[in-house]
């Protein structure tokens, strides 16, 4: 069975700073992951996925993740977060066919960026 | 350009009288399916559908009814809508069933029912 952890359900930083958003995940195959932002009243826009290619993922925005197996984790990184970057962040796993394409959801991490 | 549209976007019903929410997809995607977003849930998935006449229950069923009649439609039907089914909605498509396909999701629909 597929599960997603948040670890924090909110997150503050101020701009320039990096931003660290974590992930842990469980999975009884090898799972697909991605990372989803959310900005109010809109919908949900892909950051970035991993799909058993390179385990450092780069994607949209400077926006990054590493996926560590031996750790289940899939943390978000950016080096220096922009006022534009406060959204929600909903960390997501996928077993693919064998569990007919559902997208499991973390409870998701709300980011705030300070000025 | 690639969209998934979904109508209505603001939606605010009564007890009982029953509703569709329309979704939509221009990109020949076999795979589409509807979740309800809830604080502190994230995204919950209620039906899905692998091709036309082909669906199926998510995590989230009780209450809700779909169709998928056409390739690019899956419209979300609400029989007897009650105040626990206030919430976000998103319909969502992608190619196939494929893990490594990228998902794409409407802009959502607010549904409150009083």
């Known amino acids: 069975a597929q599960s997603v952890t948040q670890l924090d359900s909110h997150v503050s930083v101020s701009e320039g700073t990096p931003v660290l958003l974590r992930c842990n995940y469980s999975s009884s195959y090898s799972p697909s992951l991605f990372w989803y932002v959310q900005h109010p009243n809109k919908g949900l826009q892909l950051l970035l996925k991993y799909t058993s290619a390179a385990t450092l993922v780069k994607g949209i925005n400077g926006f990054e993740a590493e996926f560590k197996k031996s750790e289940t984790s899939f943390h978000l990184t950016k080096p220096s977060a922009h006022m534009s970057d406060a959204a929600e962040y909903f960390c997501?796993?996928?077993?693919?066919?064998?569990?007919?394409?559902?997208?499991?959801f973390g409870a998701g991490t709300i980011l705030r960026v300070k000025s | 350009e690639a969209q998934v549209t979904q109508n209505p976007r603001y939606l605010i019903t009564v007890t009982g009288k029953k509703l569709t929410v329309t979704c939509s997809q221009n990109?020949?995607?076999?795979?589409m399916s509807w979740y309800r977003q809830d604080p502190g849930l994230g995204l919950r998935q209620i039906y899905y559908?692998?091709?036309?006449?082909?669906?199926d229950k998510g995590d989230v069923p009780e209450g809700y009814k779909v169709s998928r009649k056409e390739k690019r439609n899956f419209p979300l039907i609400l029989e007897s809508p009650s105040p626990n089914q206030t919430s976000l909605y998103f319909c969502a498509s992608s190619l196939s069933l494929n893990s490594g396909n990228t998902i794409y999701f409407g802009e959502g629909s607010w549904l409150t029912v009083v």
């Open positions: 990109m020949n995607h076999e795979y």
């Open positions: 997501v796993v996928s077993d693919g066919a064998a569990y007919g394409n559902k997208l499991v």
């Open positions: 559908s692998m091709n036309v006449e082909v669906t």
